[in-house]
């Protein structure tokens, strides 16, 4: 898990690893472009890559590993989500079509076999409804998404990789502000841990006297 490789300004650059998870033709690709190279190409083939970018985010270096999955599911009940993704990833983009009703079944179905295979280390998720273009033809309200989000912890934002970069930027902008938490968090409490640890070792042969 990544903090390490001091920078020069003495502030350890950050490391932050991105799945995007989603059903084909949600645009998984545009929307890793988008945030790569600023731009929106149309047609992305079926390439499944991981990617790197470093940002400067408030004085810090973040250095964002963006792994492009490719949605590949056998059989009816079979996982989409591999063990090697889910222990790679620090944060995960759960993207959907709003034009597309069954991507939207199919984020929920990822949704809940993360939450099921990594219980003990709940992974940040944020839920991003693409396509906002085409709103004309839209089957997945934007109430319907954000329901979703709300119920099950995550960020939520409707977009389009199509029109604007802002939006894209917001999405993985806020994934690392998640991922950021939750480490200080888990750190938090490693120290309180330590302490009561301490503290026991300490009075704790008092106590069971
Ligand atoms: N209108 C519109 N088309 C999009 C948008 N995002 C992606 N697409 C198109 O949807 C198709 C699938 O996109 P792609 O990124 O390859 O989907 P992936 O299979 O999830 O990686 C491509 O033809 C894209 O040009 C969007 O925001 N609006
Ligand atoms: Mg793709």
Not at 141 to 166: D, I, K, N, P, W
Not at 183 to 196: N, P, Q, T
Request: aromatic share 8%.
């Amino acid at each position: 898990m990544g903090v390490q490789e001091v920078t020069e300004g003495n502030q350890p650059r950050v490391e932050v690893n991105i799945l995007l998870l989603g059903a084909h033709n949600v645009g998984k690709s545009a929307l890793t472009v988008r945030f790569l190279t600023r731009r929106f190409i149309g047609e992305y083939g079926d390439m499944e890559s991981v990617y790197s970018r470093i940002d400067t985010i408030d004085g810090q270096e973040i250095c964002f590993n963006i792994w492009d999955s490719q949605f590949t599911q056998v059989g009816e009940k079979s996982c989409s989500v591999s063990d090697k993704q889910l222990q790679w990833a620090d944060g995960m983009i759960l993207v959907y079509d709003i034009c597309d009703r069954s991507s939207f079944d199919v984020s929920l179905q990822q949704l809940q076999e993360i939450r099921r295979r990594r219980k003990l280390s709940s992974v940040p998720v944020v839920i991003v409804a693409n396509k906002r273009d085409l709103r004309r033809h839209r089957s997945v309200t934007g109430e319907e998404g954000r329901l979703l989000a709300l119920s099950q912890r995550c960020g939520f934002f409707e977009v389009s990789a199509a029109e604007t970069y802002h939006g894209v930027l917001l999405v993985f902008h806020r994934l690392v502000d998640l991922v950021r938490e939750r480490r200080a968090l888990r750190k938090s409490s490693a120290g309180v841990r330590g302490i009561v640890r301490s503290v026991s070792a300490v009075f704790g042969k008092k106590r069971a006297e």
